[in-house]
C-alpha cells in the first residue's frame, strides 16, 4: 500500500500549484525531489500525467482524471488522521503560521514560543508578512490578520482580541505647534501616515452613533512599518495614530503623548484564520486557544 501512494501526494501538490517549484516550496522538498516523485509514478502507472515545457504545466487527460481521485483518496486520507489526533493529549506535527510583522513579532510569536515550550514536538513555521495570504493556496495552517475580513466559506475564524487606536505626538512637537484639543484641528497638523504600495490606512474616529468618520491628515512622512512611525513620532515629526500596545512603553517613559483620551477610539478585531476541516488539528487548536487567552492582556 505504502508504494502505491508514492509520489500521489507530490502529484497532487504540482496539479494545484501549477510548477514543481511552487509545489516543492509547499511540500518544503526540493525541486528535483518533486520531479522525480512525479517521474516514478508515471513510469509505475505508464502513462504521461504532465505536459512540461520550460514556462507551462499542464495535465494529460490521463493525468486530469487521476488527479480528481487522488484529491478524494488524500481528502479522506487527512480526514482519518485529523480524526485520530483529535483523540491526542498532547500537540505534535508541524504548524505554518502567517502574522503581520510588527504586531506578529510582539504581540502573537512571543505565544506561540510559550506554547511551544510546553509541547517539545510542536513544530512551528512563522512568516512576518503584511501582504494578503492566500492559506490555502500557499500552505499555511493558520493566520493571524487585523481588521474586517473578506467573506470566505473555506476559513474558520476566531476573535483573538480588540485593538484600540490612539493618536499620539512627542512633547516637543506639542511644544512647537500646540495640542490639538479637537478632532477638527487634525488637519492643520503634520500626520505620520502608515502606507504601502498595497494599503493607505486612513484615520478612523467614531461619531456619537458609533459610525467611524474619517479626518484627512496632511503630511510630508508616508512610511510602511508601524514602529517606524512610532520612532517619526518621537522624533518629533508629527502626529501618528497608532496602536495603544505599540507606544504603552513610549508613553510610560514620556517619549509619546496620548490625545483625545476622553474621546471614544476606534477598535478592530485581531482574529484567527484557518482551513475548515471536518477535525481541527489538536496541534492547531493548543495554538489558537493560547492566543485568545493571552493575546488581549498584551492590548493594554
Avoid at 293 to 299: G, L, N, R
Wanted: glycine fraction near 6%; charged fraction near 25%.
Amino acid at each position: 500500500m505504502t508504494d502505491r501512494l508514492s509520489g500521489i501526494r507530490e502529484f497532487a501538490t504540482v496539479a494545484e500549484a501549477g510548477s514543481f517549484a511552487a509545489a516543492a516550496a509547499r511540500l518544503n522538498l526540493s525541486r528535483s525531489a518533486v520531479g522525480k516523485a512525479v517521474a516514478k509514478l508515471e513510469a509505475r502507472l505508464g502513462v504521461r500525467l504532465c505536459h512540461r515545457t520550460t514556462r507551462v504545466l499542464t495535465l494529460t487527460e490521463d493525468g486530469q482524471a487521476f488527479y480528481e481521485r487522488c484529491t478524494r483518496v488524500l481528502r479522506e486520507l487527512e480526514q482519518a488522521e485529523l480524526a485520530l489526533e483529535s483523540g491526542l493529549t498532547e500537540a505534535v506535527g508541524k504548524v505554518r503560521v502567517t502574522v503581520p510583522v510588527v504586531f506578529g513579532r510582539h504581540c502573537i510569536a512571543p505565544v506561540l514560543y510559550d506554547v511551544m515550550r510546553k509541547c517539545p514536538r510542536l513544530v512551528v513555521e512563522i512568516a512576518f508578512t503584511d501582504r494578503p495570504v492566500d492559506l490555502i493556496e500557499e500552505g499555511y495552517d493558520l493566520a493571524v490578520r487585523n481588521g474586517t475580513l473578506p467573506h470566505d466559506p473555506g476559513l474558520m475564524t476566531r476573535t483573538i482580541a480588540r485593538q484600540r487606536m490612539t493618536v499620539c505626538a512627542s512633547p516637543a512637537y506639542l511644544q512647537r505647534h500646540g495640542r490639538p484639543t479637537t478632532l477638527a484641528d487634525l488637519p492643520s497638523h503634520q500626520a505620520i501616515d502608515y502606507a504601502n504600495p498595497r494599503y493607505t490606512r486612513t484615520w478612523l474616529f467614531p461619531d456619537s452613533q458609533g459610525k467611524n468618520v474619517q479626518v484627512v491628515m496632511n503630511g510630508r512622512l508616508r512610511l510602511d512599518d508601524l514602529e517606524a512611525i512610532s520612532d517619526a513620532a518621537a522624533a518629533g515629526l508629527g502626529l501618528a495614530w497608532l496602536p495603544c500596545w505599540l507606544i504603552r512603553s513610549r508613553v510610560a517613559k514620556g517619549e509619546l503623548v496620548r490625545l483625545f483620551d476622553e474621546l471614544p477610539a476606534t477598535e478592530f478585531n485581531s482574529s484567527a484564520l484557518w482551513p475548515q476541516t471536518p477535525f481541527t488539528p489538536l496541534r492547531l487548536r493548543v495554538l489558537i486557544d493560547a492566543l485568545a487567552a493571552q493575546v488581549p492582556s498584551m492590548m493594554g
